[in-house]
């Protein structure tokens, strides 16, 4: 895929499918979207997200997240099921806002 990031190291590997699998989870299950925006730190301990992954998920930067692999569909539903509208998760996937 153009303009992707191609994980080849395993650590990697695992984190983006530990990240993507939050996201799933999170798309697909309102509880756990409403315990993220609670207190995510204890849903990124659970997920074993960490790193550049868990400070993006923190800051909800959509952009870093794509940028380091993330499934763009999961990432865009999982925005919108923490509440974060359309027009706001565009402008930060394309860097506009923090």
Same mark, same amino acid.
């Given at each position: ?6 994980? !080849?190291? $395993?650590? *990697?590997?695992? =984190? %983006?499918?530990d990240l ?6 999170? +798309? ?6 409403? !315990?993220? $925006?609670? *207190?995510?730190? =204890? %849903? ?7 790193g550049e992954? +868990? ?32 027009a706001e ?10």
């Amino acid at each position: 895929m153009a303009g992707r990031v191609c994980h !080849r190291r $395993r650590g *990697e590997v695992i =984190a %983006v499918y530990d990240l993507q699998k939050l996201l799933w989870d999170v +798309r697909k299950d309102l509880d756990l979207a409403n !315990r993220f $925006r609670s *207190e995510p730190d =204890a %849903v990124l301990d659970e997920y074993g997200i960490d790193g550049e992954e +868990r400070a993006a998920m923190k800051a909800l930067d959509f952009k870093t997240l794509y940028e380091r692999g993330a499934n763009p569909y999961l990432l865009y539903f999982c925005a919108l099921q923490i509440g974060v509208d359309r027009a706001e998760y565009y402008a930060k996937l394309r860097g506009e806002v923090s």
